[in-house]
């Protein structure tokens, strides 16, 4: 197996992950669950699930490359740059197909199958690039602040469409009704 093939397999392992994630909550319902899987379905807790879901697939993906030897460099960078510019790759495509057709399973997944694959290209990409080991402390550190936002976001919701539960009509984890 080369690096090739295992940014292959991470597509079908971090799709596959963020179907379990989207009903990780659900499941086990806590403070701790709340923090890392969407906890509604508002386009924000959507963008936890495929972040969470792409930093819990490096946890296989390193099993992985360090078992057939793979050559890599930059991994925690990997995983951070993944994670954070899958949210505005996902929102730039996924936000105006919203705004005019409205809600649609399939092509949510559709999307989030495309980013997968985009943040995979990349990620293929920072694994080959020349180490930097600074960068790759600063990284876990990042990944950190990352779910300290996204927990405060949970349980202190802005205001706007991005937050908003249509299903639920409400906001975060609490009854923040309209």
Same mark, same amino acid.
């Given at each position: ?41 508002? !386009?924000? %807790?959507? *963008? ?7 930093? +819990?697939?490096? #946890? @296989?993906?390193? /099993? $992985? ?35 005019? !057709?409205? %809600?649609? *399973? ?7 199958? +495309?980013?997968? #694959? @985009?943040?995979? /290209? $990349? ?37 706007? %469409? ?17």
């Amino acid at each position: 197996m080369n690096l090739k093939k295992s940014r292959i397999i991470s597509i079908i392992g971090i799709f596959i992950l963020c179907f379990i994630s989207h009903f990780v909550y659900n499941l086990l319902p806590c403070s701790l669950t709340a923090i890392f899987f969407p906890v509604n379905e508002s !386009i924000w %807790e959507h *963008m936890k699930m495929i972040f969470t879901s792409i930093i +819990l697939y490096g #946890i @296989i993906d390193y /099993i $992985i490359l360090n078992k057939f030897n793979i050559k890599y460099n930059n991994f925690f960078l990997n995983l951070f740059i993944t994670a954070i510019i899958s949210i505005p790759i996902y929102l730039v495509i996924y936000l105006p197909i919203y705004y005019k !057709i409205g %809600e649609n *399973m399939f092509i949510n997944i559709g999307l989030m199958l +495309l980013v997968i #694959i @985009i943040t995979q /290209i $990349i990620s293929y990409y920072i694994l080959k690039s020349k180490s930097c080991k600074l960068l790759n402390y600063i990284s876990i550190i990042l990944i950190i602040i990352s779910y300290i936002i996204f927990g405060y976001l949970t349980y202190n919701p802005i205001k706007s %469409e991005l937050f908003f539960d249509t299903q639920d009509e409400k906001y975060g984890i609490n009854n923040y009704n309209v």
